[in-house]
């Protein structure tokens, strides 16, 4: 077995991370113990939320230490095993690091059934970004036939299954995104029914124009104005599912004001933050219904996969806070 590639925190980056941020070392391949396995990743998975990982301060969970690994999802195989549902050649994916190889007691691990989807679908569709936009849709957003559902960053990895769940529940959908390519994709390819091209169009006279019955549902993926923007145009009783503010997560001042605070309370509405991990009794469900909808044809993943392993990780990363990713980013070992 050769070293074991591994991206450690070194220091916390003051706005966008750089590869000065990262130790990027090869040190020996860990040997599980009893109970556990070595899996080595064949993909690693790019999240937006890696940011807020390694940022100070109170979050959902404790930030990324100086020293340690870099958190992450990957998809990958056994290569040896002391766990009694694991064999060596079985595919995984899980919370493993940003490493080439790890081991895993299988807390945070599935088995990922490439028949139903390519092992890379595993950290995309029907792994992490998958599980955020069902239950956020569905649950948080509480979706229901009739409605009219948008979503911003709606040609990524979350928001173009929010769109496409929303279709398959029988819900209009419209989706922000920025730049025409984008715009076009969620519209011809995916079957949402109106797109806005933040950059180029005005989000607020296009949102009237797209959604006459108003929004029912907004999913929230960005912050800053297009959040002003959507709650200008919420229908009475909406729910608005906050599931991201990306728009926040290198900014070194602070985000615009909500100016559209008011309409939270004329309309009545349901805001609320949720993180995927909440729901995580619920995964198996969440998953047979994925997988299902995939099968049919009805779910498409798109997944923007990258080359230069993990030595190309930081930059990578970054496509994510300037839209350079289109689809699920994942960097292929
Ligand atoms: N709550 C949870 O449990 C949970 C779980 C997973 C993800 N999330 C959140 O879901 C959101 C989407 O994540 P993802 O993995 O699906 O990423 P993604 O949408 O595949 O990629 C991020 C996209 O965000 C858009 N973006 C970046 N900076 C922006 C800005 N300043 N203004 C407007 N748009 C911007 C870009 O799309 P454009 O080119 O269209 O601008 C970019 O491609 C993120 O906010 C993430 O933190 C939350």
Redesign the pocket.
């Known amino acids: 077995m050769t070293e074991n590639r591994v991206v450690r925190l070194k220091s916390r980056p003051a706005t966008m991370a750089s590869r000065e941020n990262f130790d990027i070392v090869d040190e020996p391949v860990p040997e599980p113990g009893e109970g556990e396995f070595l899996m080595r990743a064949d993909y690693v998975s790019l ?3 890696m940011r807020g990982w390694i940022a100070p301060g109170r979050s959902y969970v404790p930030p990324v230490e100086i020293g340690a690994v870099m958190r992450g999802f990957s998809a990958g195989h056994v290569v040896k095993s002391n766990h009694p549902d694991y064999r060596e050649g079985d595919a995984v994916a899980g919370l493993f690091g940003v490493q080439r190889y790890a081991v895993s007691d299988g807390e945070r691990a599935v088995r990922a059934d490439t028949s139903l989807a390519p092992l890379e679908a595993w950290i995309g569709g029907l792994g ?2 998958g599980l ?1 936009a069902y239950f ?1 849709l569905l649950e948080v957003g509480a979706v229901k036939e009739g409605d009219t559902v948008v979503v ?8 173009s299954l929010v769109g496409q769940i929303a279709k398959i529940k029988g819900a209009r959908a419209i989706g922000i ?3 025409g390519e ?1 715009c076009r994709y969620i519209v011809d390819e995916l079957g949402f029914d109106g797109a806005i091209d ?1 950059k180029a169009q005005d989000v607020s006279e296009e949102l009237k124009r797209l959604c006459p019955d108003r929004i029912d549902v907004y999913f929230e ?2 912050g ?1 104005d ?1 959040m002003n923007a959507v709650l200008g145009h919420m229908n009475t009783f909406g729910r608005v599912a906050v ?5 926040h997560y290198n900014a070194t001042e602070p985000p615009p004001r909500l100016t559209n605070l008011r309409s939270i309370l004329v309309n009545r509405l349901n805001v609320r933050g ?4 909440d729901f995580a009794e619920r995964n198996a469900e969440a998953l047979t219904a994925l997988a299902a909808w995939h099968s049919e044809g009805r779910l498409k993943f798109r997944q923007d996969v990258r080359e230069g392993g993990l030595d190309a990780f930081p930059d990578v990363l970054n496509l ?4 350079g ?1 289109f ?3 994942v960097l292929k070992l």
């Open positions: 999240d937006p939320a992490m970004p955020t956020g911003s960053a709606a040609s990524g990895a979350v928001g995104a920025g730049g984008k933040y993926n960005v800053g297009i599931c991201g503010l990306i728009a949720f993180i995927v991990f994510l806070y300037t839209g990713n689809g699920k980013l």
